[in-house]
């Protein structure tokens, strides 16, 4: 798996000029999923992404988790993560995984983000067409790859 987490003072996802989801501090995530991908990957993404500590304690320093700030979480699918570009000028999709298990894992995963952490996550719609806006707060953003944990 694979997922791009962006911080955010703001974010949110409308599909068909709808708004369907939108969270205020916390993170956006970006998430994409390959054939291979097990419960392993969920888990350890779960655990990364509620521990990782980058917001700012008292003293300025990235120091405190979604967690303790009690942020929410936008997370949103997305099978371009996986795009190869080494040949030509139109990019594959082929190491993206399958609609099916792939839809099956993002819910899996969002699942376990609400289970394990108590928090707010808010998500996209798997496989439409959605216009995401956000506040990038720092900006920071962090890649996780599970095939590099």
Same mark, same amino acid.
């Given at each position: $798996?694979?997922?791009?987490?962006?911080?955010?003072k703001h974010a949110q996802v409308s599909v068909?000029?709808? $708004?369907?989801? +939108?969270?205020?501090?916390?993170?956006?995530?970006?998430v994409g999923v390959a054939d291979e991908d097990t419960?392993?990957?969920?888990?350890?993404?779960?655990?990364?992404?509620?521990?990782?500590?980058?917001?700012?304690?008292?003293?300025?320093? $990235?120091?405190?988790?979604?967690?303790d700030i009690k942020g929410s979480l936008l997370s949103i699918s997305?099978?371009?993560?996986? +795009?190869?570009?080494?040949?030509?000028n139109r990019p594959s999709f082929t190491k993206a995984g399958h609609p099916d298990f792939a839809s099956k894992m993002y819910d899996l995963f969002n699942q376990q983000l609400v289970e394990k952490t108590g928090l707010i996550v808010e998500t996209g719609e798997f496989a439409a067409e959605m216009q995401v806006s956000l506040i990038n707060d720092g900006p920071v953003t962090i890649m996780f790859d599970t095939t590099q944990k």
């Amino acid at each position: $798996m694979k997922v791009v987490l962006q911080r955010v003072k703001h974010a949110q996802v409308s599909v068909d000029q709808k $708004m369907i989801g +939108a969270i205020n501090k916390g993170f956006l995530l970006f998430v994409g999923v390959a054939d291979e991908d097990t419960q392993e990957d969920i888990d350890y993404l779960v655990k990364k992404i509620s521990q990782l500590r980058i917001f700012e304690d008292d003293n300025g320093r $990235m120091n405190l988790s979604i967690q303790d700030i009690k942020g929410s979480l936008l997370s949103i699918s997305q099978f371009t993560l996986f +795009a190869d570009t080494k040949k030509g000028n139109r990019p594959s999709f082929t190491k993206a995984g399958h609609p099916d298990f792939a839809s099956k894992m993002y819910d899996l995963f969002n699942q376990q983000l609400v289970e394990k952490t108590g928090l707010i996550v808010e998500t996209g719609e798997f496989a439409a067409e959605m216009q995401v806006s956000l506040i990038n707060d720092g900006p920071v953003t962090i890649m996780f790859d599970t095939t590099q944990k």
